[in-house]
């Protein structure tokens, strides 16, 4: 059973709190680049538990600093994008990315006061439809790590995000929770032909995991008769990510839920495949799901709008065929942060665990000045061929601790074209 103390350590992220420093360890997704068009308006947002301002100067790069002005506290996202910053409309003062103050126009001519001034700021990178940021200490920042999908080509990869008001760990244990899928995300209409009908025939997986550099790599084994297995193989991604098959059958998905403050999210939703395109069907039908600033259209207000009726006869929680409606009930449920003093792990919760303590671990490793797991420093250690997630019918006598291993190729050779 996780302690109190131990919740608390596992989800609170301001800043000062061990979870928070060792969120500020990892480049963070800030924002989608949809969400900062070129030319477009400074992005108000919260991060960590901070109130931010994103922009992009007058040459395009995007930066981040502190929403209010260090001046007298004006809301930088009203400023005016202009000559290399972003000027505050309350009295002129002019900022760059870095912070630095680069002018006060109401000052006496000859002031140099404006130099003495350094607007709280944290270095971006834009990369795969995405802008991170990186808020930890200066003299520790990490490479963006080389993720396969980041650096996928626009037409096989869809992003997008949607808030969810729970506390990010929750809802990042439940995308690493296999045995749910057989009953949460069940049609009552699964036959032999459906392609997910593994789902169906075995609702008891066999369970493994193993930590790698990266976090923890899961095995979930289904038998579909005497001489066959579904075998999944998915992955929990350090600090707060998971990558799994999500039915494209040549890439993956990925999900990052991404710290607001203690009690809500973004969860930010990739999907790429490395030949052809995504089927804009799936991603239209996704895109249907959510209001323009990005929050589901089925949400705890209209009870997810679940249909006790659909119930009889063709889900089994009620709520369409769209998963995530079906996570996100699962996930608020609980409340803004889970109380797990009280909950009961039993077999199913076998990746749960590993998770939560390496977790923990990686906590307790920037308290004591250690480097937490998949900080990535060195560009030649920049390479993952081993994130792997696959999704397989398999003889039974085959050893699917290994067979996924035939993927590591293809995703090296990726990594070298780079």
């Known amino acids: ?189 699964y036959d032999g032909a459906d392609h997910q009908s593994y789902l169906v025939a075995d609702s008891a997986p066999t369970l493994e995991t193993e930590e790698t550099d990266f976090g923890v790599r899961l095995y979930s084994v289904r038998k579909l008769g005497a001489d066959r297995v579904h075998v999944k193989i998915s992955n929990f991604l350090m600090p707060f990510g998971s990558v799994f098959s999500g039915g494209i059958s040549d890439g993956y998905s990925v999900h990052l839920h991404v710290p607001i403050d203690d009690e809500h999210h973004w969860k930010y939703v990739y999907h790429f495949q490395r030949k052809g395109e995504l089927r804009q069907g799936m991603i239209d039908a996704f895109r249907a799901q959510l209001t323009p600033d990005y929050h589901l259209k089925s949400n705890r207000s209209n009870r997810y709008n679940q249909d006790r009726r659909e119930m009889q006869t063709e889900t089994f929680s009620g709520m369409g065929n769209f998963f995530h409606v079906q996570d996100v009930c699962v996930t608020e449920g609980p409340g803004p942060i889970q109380d797990r003093t009280q909950e009961h792990l039993a077999y199913t919760d076998r990746a749960i665990v590993p998770a939560r303590l390496q977790l923990l671990r990686a906590i307790r490793d920037v308290q004591a000045g250690r480097e937490p797991p998949h900080v990535i420093r060195e560009p030649a250690a920049n390479a993952l061929p081993h994130l792997v997630a696959r999704a397989d019918e398999l003889a039974a006598e085959v050893d699917w601790h290994e067979y996924w291993k035939q993927d590591a190729p293809a995703a090296e050779a990726a990594q070298v074209r780079r």
């Open 1 to 189: 059973m996780t302690t109190r103390e131990q919740n608390e350590l596992l989800t609170r992220i301001g800043p000062g709190t061990p979870c928070g420093e060792l969120m500020r360890r990892y480049w963070q997704p800030a924002a989608l680049s949809e969400e900062l068009p070129p030319g477009g308006a400074p992005l108000p947002i919260r991060l960590l538990g901070e109130d931010l301002v994103l922009f992009r100067d007058d040459a395009g790069q995007p930066g981040l600093l502190g929403l209010h002005c260090a001046h007298r506290g004006a809301d930088l996202s009203y400023g005016r994008v202009e000559d290399g910053g972003l000027r505050c409309i309350y009295h002129g003062w002019l900022y760059d990315r870095s912070g630095q103050c680069l002018e006060q126009p109401g000052e006496p001519a000859g002031s140099t006061f404006y130099q003495r001034i350094k607007q709280p700021a944290y270095p971006c990178q834009e990369k795969g439809g995405l802008i991170f940021a990186y808020m930890g200490p200066a003299d520790r920042m990490p490479l963006l790590p080389a993720y396969e999908f980041l650096d996928s080509d626009p037409r096989r990869r869809f992003t997008t995000k949607y808030l969810q008001e729970c506390n990010y760990q929750q809802a990042n244990e439940g995308n690493i929770d296999q045995t749910h899928l057989s009953f949460l995300h069940r049609r009552l209409s």
